[in-house]
């Protein structure tokens, strides 16, 4: 396997720090002393993952026209008499209904069940089978950019020769478990936490005590890795895990201030971790 390169500044764990110098504020990027302590010196057995947006760069689209009219023209060989524009708003009504209906604070609903009622609704009838393939056909009609960014695939099988990894993904087992097949990256996984088998999402701290749990670790022995500050950062933090934040544009840094966590470009910033295990 090729090596990454640890030399480049993209290999050192950083964050941004605000210096005050005459009323004027100015951002600095250093190795933080407090992060590096954090992260580097403290035992990490396992490194928990976000997995879209954070190792898959993708983009979706769930309302376009398009989507819907293939949708409807599907289930109109099952005997429904629906049109695209009634499918989309049979749909995203029950999406709301089951949101609405969730005593969580951060419901997350399950696309399975949710395309049975929506057979059910339009007169195509319903099965599990059917109800599950007509949820990955949305998927995949939704899906305008899927793919690996491009050092995901070596960073991660880097870590994996020291570390235990694990994925915290809100999403629905339907479309990230295919979606794993696709990367070829599933055997590097040892946990798979998916948000819409527990019935809520991240910031709740219960997705990441999920994974501790089926790891049989302490929050004091893993960092989370993931690029939303809400859901991620604040979300590991409520779970006592210590966060590292991906920030692949400078501009949502600024939108948080200056981070409390440390901050990496890319994946590849992860790369000081093998050497505690060197």
């Not at 049109?83 to 029950?94: D, N, P, Q, S």
């Not at 629905?172 to 599933?186: D, G, K, V």
């Amino acid at each position: 396997m090729k090596a990454l390169s640890r030399g480049s500044p993209d290999a050192v764990l950083r964050c941004r720090c605000k210096v005050i110098e005459g009323g004027v504020t100015r951002v600095e990027e250093a190795p933080p002393k407090v992060g590096r302590r954090m992260v580097l010196e403290m035992p990490v057995k396992a490194i928990l993952f976000d997995f879209y947006l954070t190792i898959v760069d993708i983009k979706t689209d769930e309302r376009k026209d398009h989507l819907w009219q293939v949708l409807a023209s599907f289930l109109q060989y099952r005997g429904a008499a629906v049109k695209a524009a009634e499918l989309r708003e049979i749909y995203f009504h029950i999406v709301q209904e089951s949101l609405d209906r969730s005593a969580e604070r951060h419901p997350e609903v399950d696309d399975a069940h949710l395309f049975g009622r929506l057979l059910e609704r339009s007169g195509a009838g319903s099965s599990s089978d059917l109800a599950g393939a007509v949820a990955q056909l949305f998927r995949l009609l939704s899906i305008e950019r899927f793919r690996l960014y491009p050092e995901s695939r070596e960073v991660l099988e880097t870590l994996a020769e020291r570390y235990r990894l694990a994925l915290v993904s809100d999403s629905q087992t339907l479309y990230i478990e295919p979606e794993l097949r696709t990367t070829s990256l599933a055997e590097l996984f040892e946990v798979v936490v998916i948000s819409s088998e527990l019935g809520y999402r991240k910031p709740d701290p219960r997705v990441f005590q999920n994974a501790l749990a089926r790891l049989g670790l302490a929050r004091e022995e893993v960092v989370y890795v993931g690029d939303s500050w809400e859901r991620d950062m604040i979300g590991a933090r409520d779970a006592g895990i210590r966060g590292i934040w991906v920030c692949r544009s400078q501009e949502q840094e600024r939108a948080h201030g200056t981070p409390t966590v440390p901050v990496i470009s890319d994946l590849r910033g992860l790369l000081p971790l093998t050497r505690e295990r060197s």
